[in-house]
């Protein structure tokens, strides 16, 4: 059995599976599936200012960003929950054997993501939920497996659920630019086998309890309907946001969205609410892509937020 860590203890690897948490009387698991490390900051933020890493350069390096400052670290990671009643899975990463030819990095994977799993004492079967913050590519992949040629579902007595409006939206081609139309295919093979199974739940996510201890808040901007869990279990509280961040430099610089947010100003609407919310609350953030621990807690100094790993 993985070892529970407490709050105040840092990881050792980020690939490590060994890394529990506890939130009240909730474990969550993190499961790693790749290591993001070849995008620039000036990429992924297009309002980069190089003084930032002089600023913040104690806990930027060797971290979250390489020794030549060039470029920043991120991963992919999903999150297993496990309370009195279910076993929870939020998000599944970009999945094996997809074509993923406009990213290279995520394209037709080989990756040990569900020996991982099965390290965190997990197999597929016993998974009653998937919830998917979101249906961008590196969220979805393994909601499906390729068996026979053909896509099914990864986790057969799982509930899937997500937002009816990113379903509305990415279930149409129309919605996507013509030269980025390819990308529909992450519908087409992440998505529909999930609905025609029978096994989808399409909600509206209001921040009412959907299981128990389990709230689902709408966070749009970086896509079109994401939406964060929210976990409240004995008196503590955990926020998965999805991609309402994707690197600790948006804590301090909520303003930045990133390369891949849909809404520029709905992104900023829900990071500066998910900030809100965290600091307020003192709730554990998980994030998607953060690197090392990739949880910890936002605090305030003044009209400004703190970043610490957890």
Same mark, same amino acid.
């Given at each position: 059995?993985?070892?529970?860590?407490?709050?105040?203890?840092?990881?050792?690897?980020?690939?490590?599976?060994?890394?529990?948490?506890? /939130?009240?009387?909730?474990?969550?698991?993190?499961?790693?599936?790749?290591?993001?490390?070849?995008?620039?900051?000036?990429?992924?933020?297009?309002?980069?200012?190089?003084?930032?890493?002089?600023?913040?350069?104690?806990?930027?390096? @060797?971290? !979250?960003?390489?020794?030549? =400052?060039?470029?920043?670290?991120?991963?992919?990671?999903?999150?297993?929950?496990?309370?009195?009643?279910?076993?929870?899975?939020?998000?599944?990463?970009?999945? !094996?054997?997809?074509?993923?030819?406009?990213?290279?990095?995520l394209n037709r994977l080989k990756s040990p993501y569900l020996?991982?799993?099965?390290?965190?004492?997990?197999?597929?079967?016993? /998974?009653?939920?998937?919830?998917?913050?979101?249906?961008? /590519?590196?969220? *979805?992949?393994? #909601?499906?497996?390729?068996?026979?040629?053909?896509?099914?579902?990864?986790?057969? #007595?799982?509930?899937? /659920?997500?937002?009816?409006?990113?379903?509305?939206?990415?279930?149409?081609?129309? !919605?996507?630019?013509? #030269?980025?139309?390819?990308?529909?295919?992450?519908?087409?093979?992440? *998505?529909?086998?999930?609905?025609?199974?029978?096994?989808?739940?399409?909600?509206?996510?209001?921040?009412?309890?959907?299981?128990?201890?389990?709230?689902?808040?709408? *966070?749009?901007?970086?896509?079109?309907?994401q939406m964060a869990v929210c976990l409240t279990s004995g008196g503590?509280?955990?926020?998965?946001?999805?991609?309402?961040?994707?690197? @600790?430099?948006?804590?301090?610089?909520?303003?930045?969205?990133?390369?891949?947010?849909?809404?520029?100003?709905?992104?900023? *609407?829900?990071?500066?609410?998910?900030?809100?919310?965290?600091?307020? =609350? =003192?709730?554990?953030?998980?994030?998607?892509?953060?690197?090392?621990?990739?949880?910890? =807690?936002?605090?305030?100094?003044?009209?400004?937020?703190?970043?610490?790993?957890?």
């Amino acid at each position: 059995m993985a070892r529970t860590r407490k709050y105040g203890q840092k990881g050792r690897s980020i690939m490590d599976t060994n890394h529990v948490y506890r /939130v009240g009387e909730v474990t969550v698991t993190r499961v790693p599936e790749l290591i993001l490390d070849s995008n620039t900051p000036e990429y992924l933020y297009p309002q980069w200012d190089p003084s930032f890493i002089q600023e913040h350069e104690k806990w930027l390096v @060797p971290g !979250n960003m390489d020794k030549t =400052r060039m470029h920043i670290f991120q991963s992919i990671y999903t999150w297993v929950l496990r309370t009195k009643q279910h076993t929870i899975l939020i998000d599944t990463g970009a999945g !094996n054997d997809k074509e993923r030819i406009w990213m290279p990095r995520l394209n037709r994977l080989k990756s040990p993501y569900l020996k991982r799993l099965k390290a965190a004492d997990v197999t597929p079967a016993m /998974v009653d939920y998937v919830i998917l913050t979101h249906l961008h /590519v590196d969220h *979805v992949g393994w #909601n499906t497996q390729l068996v026979d040629g053909t896509w099914e579902p990864t986790f057969p #007595n799982a509930t899937y /659920v997500f937002s009816k409006s990113e379903k509305r939206h990415y279930s149409d081609p129309e !919605n996507y630019p013509v #030269n980025s139309r390819v990308k529909f295919i992450v519908y087409e093979d992440s *998505v529909r086998p999930v609905i025609q199974a029978g096994q989808a739940e399409i909600i509206e996510p209001d921040g009412v309890e959907f299981l128990e201890g389990i709230s689902l808040y709408p *966070v749009p901007g970086h896509s079109i309907g994401q939406m964060a869990v929210c976990l409240t279990s004995g008196g503590e509280e955990a926020l998965f946001g999805g991609d309402v961040m994707h690197h @600790p430099i948006q804590v301090y610089r909520p303003e930045w969205n990133s390369v891949y947010c849909e809404d520029a100003q709905q992104a900023r *609407v829900s990071r500066r609410w998910a900030l809100d919310y965290l600091a307020d =609350r =003192r709730a554990l953030f998980f994030s998607s892509h953060f690197a090392e621990t990739s949880v910890g =807690r936002v605090t305030r100094t003044g009209d400004r937020f703190v970043w610490q790993f957890c």
